[in-house]
């Protein structure tokens, strides 16, 4: 079992709160993704749960069992850092042993533990080398087997990718979402990077000062965020952010006055919306060019060309940066006007105080349907 309850989670730096009243419920065998910019806390949390860093106030229950005064040892729990943390000079076999010798097992149970370990990373061919003959990648599953060996009731990785490159990132990730397949374990994984949180995650933890901002399945914060905190977080290139005025609201949506255009956007209206300024949000890719229920018109002043995609940016008469995310043929030049086109459908409203209103969309119809074999 591997199950995580943090109950009103505190901690305190003299007079400064770093986290906010935390309060999660993490299941057995769960990949939750704490994520948010440098600062917000996430990485104090997860030390926090290893053990490494103090409780201010507030309950770490692991398995049914308060664990604030346990030590990281007896917490049933293996964290993997970010810098790989490998005695230079052992072998990859004495590396993933270690923790095994230090709970004087047997010698011969600490061989079947360690090749089995090794066979599961890839690594039985390399268990004689020392670190320094090794790539950042095998490094890295080195410093994950000897996490794993010690069967631990729950994994913590802290950032465990940002030294690696980005190809390796990319590999790093689809190894890491097939060894918790292959584990079925339960894995906290903190990192700044969303593409890391959205490709890995079964819920994302967005932490923001402290707090947490929203908690989902990836596409959840996708396609319904709750703020334009989390609606500016998820999302590579970030959602657009558009000033607009609120000029009715009644049951099929929000009509709202955007550069002289009228559209209707079908969220849940609220009281007192006429007359406010809300906030539209317009993700990159939902962009056009010249079609539309609202048509916004830039001048980009940088073009990037990736090939299957182009990537115009532009800034809005308020000042406020535009984005759209094109098919790589995209006939957009540098300083001329480029229309852009959006459903209304495709559309996210926040209200003044940042709170978005609920769209009328369930995520989870959202995703592909089952193919069926041709007969």
Same mark, same amino acid.
């Given at each position: 079992?591997?199950?995580? &309850?943090? =109950?009103?989670?505190?901690?305190?730096?003299?007079?400064?709160?770093?986290?906010?009243?935390?309060?999660?419920?993490? *299941?057995?065998?769960?990949?939750?993704?704490?994520?948010?910019?440098?600062?917000?806390?996430?990485?104090?949390?997860? $030390?926090? +749960?290893?053990?490494?860093?103090?409780?201010?106030? !507030?309950?770490? #229950?692991?398995?049914?069992?308060?664990?604030?005064? *346990?030590?990281?040892?007896?917490?049933?729990?293996?964290?993997?850092?970010?810098?790989?943390?490998?005695?230079?000079?052992?072998?990859?076999?004495?590396?993933?042993? &270690?923790?095994?010798?230090?709970? $004087?097992?047997?010698?011969?149970?600490? $061989?079947?533990?360690?090749?089995?370990?090794?066979?599961?990373?890839?690594?039985?061919?390399?268990?004689?080398? *020392?670190?320094?003959?090794?790539?950042?990648?095998?490094?890295?599953?080195?410093? #994950? !087997? $000897?996490?794993?060996?010690?069967?631990?009731?729950?994994?913590? &990785?802290?950032?465990?990718?940002? =030294?690696?490159?980005?190809?390796?990132?990319?590999?790093?990730?689809?190894?890491?979402?097939?060894?918790?397949?292959?584990?079925?374990?339960?894995? #906290?994984?903190?990192?700044?990077?969303?593409?890391?949180?959205?490709?890995?995650?079964?819920? +994302?933890?967005?932490?923001?000062? @402290?707090? +947490?901002?929203?908690?989902?399945?990836?596409?959840?914060?996708?396609? *319904?965020?709750?703020?334009?905190?989390?609606?500016?977080?998820?999302?590579?290139?970030?959602?657009?952010?558009?000033?607009?005025?609120?000029?009715?609201?009644?049951?099929?949506?929000?009509?709202?006055?955007?550069?002289?255009?009228?559209?209707?956007?079908?969220? %849940?209206?609220?009281? =007192?919306?006429?007359?406010?300024?809300?906030?539209?949000?317009?993700?990159?890719?939902?962009?056009?060019?010249?079609? @539309?229920?609202?048509?916004?018109?830039?001048?980009?002043?940088?073009?990037?060309?990736?090939?299957?995609?182009?990537?115009?940016? %532009?800034?809005?008469? !308020? !000042?406020?940066?535009?984005?759209?995310?094109?098919?790589?043929?995209a006939p957009v030049r540098v300083n001329e006007t480029m229309k852009t086109g959006i459903r209304a459908a495709d559309c996210h409203l926040f209200?003044?105080?940042?709170?978005?209103?609920?769209?009328?969309?369930?995520w989870r119809k959202l995703e592909l349907p089952e193919v069926t074999a041709a007969e």
């Open positions: 079992m591997g199950q995580l &309850f943090l =109950n009103n989670v505190q901690k305190f730096y003299g007079d400064f709160e770093v986290l906010k009243s935390i309060r999660l419920e993490v *299941k057995d065998g769960e990949f939750v993704v704490f994520v948010g910019p440098s600062g917000c806390g996430k990485s104090t949390l997860l $030390r926090m +749960i290893a053990g490494l860093d103090s409780v201010s106030t !507030g309950d770490i #229950i692991i398995d049914g069992a308060r664990v604030n005064d *346990k030590q990281p040892v007896e917490r049933g729990i293996a964290m993997v850092f970010q810098s790989y943390a490998l005695y230079p000079h052992m072998t990859v076999f004495e590396n993933i042993a &270690f923790p095994l010798r230090v709970e $004087r097992l047997a010698e011969d149970k600490i $061989r079947e533990k360690v090749e089995g370990v090794a066979r599961i990373l890839q690594l039985d061919k390399r268990l004689q080398q *020392k670190p320094g003959m090794l790539s950042g990648g095998q490094r890295q599953r080195v410093a #994950i !087997g $000897r996490a794993i060996v010690r069967e631990p009731k729950i994994f913590l &990785f802290d950032e465990p990718l940002s =030294n690696l490159d980005a190809a390796l990132r990319s590999d790093m990730r689809i190894e890491l979402s097939k060894l918790h397949q292959d584990l079925k374990a339960t894995m #906290i994984y903190v990192t700044h990077d969303q593409v890391e949180a959205m490709t890995m995650a079964d819920r +994302i933890v967005v932490l923001n000062a @402290g707090s +947490i901002a929203q908690v989902g399945a990836p596409l959840e914060l996708y396609h *319904k965020p709750q703020n334009l905190f989390v609606a500016g977080f998820i999302g590579n290139p970030k959602m657009n952010f558009v000033p607009v005025t609120c000029e009715a609201a009644g049951p099929e949506g929000v009509t709202v006055l955007c550069q002289g255009q009228r559209v209707l956007i079908p969220v %849940a209206p609220r009281d =007192n919306l006429v007359g406010k300024t809300l906030t539209l949000g317009i993700r990159p890719e939902h962009t056009h060019l010249g079609h @539309g229920d609202l048509l916004i018109d830039v001048i980009p002043s940088v073009i990037e060309r990736l090939g299957v995609n182009t990537v115009a940016y %532009a800034s809005l008469p !308020g !000042g406020e940066p535009y984005c759209a995310l094109l098919p790589g043929s209200d003044a105080d940042g709170i978005a209103l609920e769209r009328h969309i369930d």
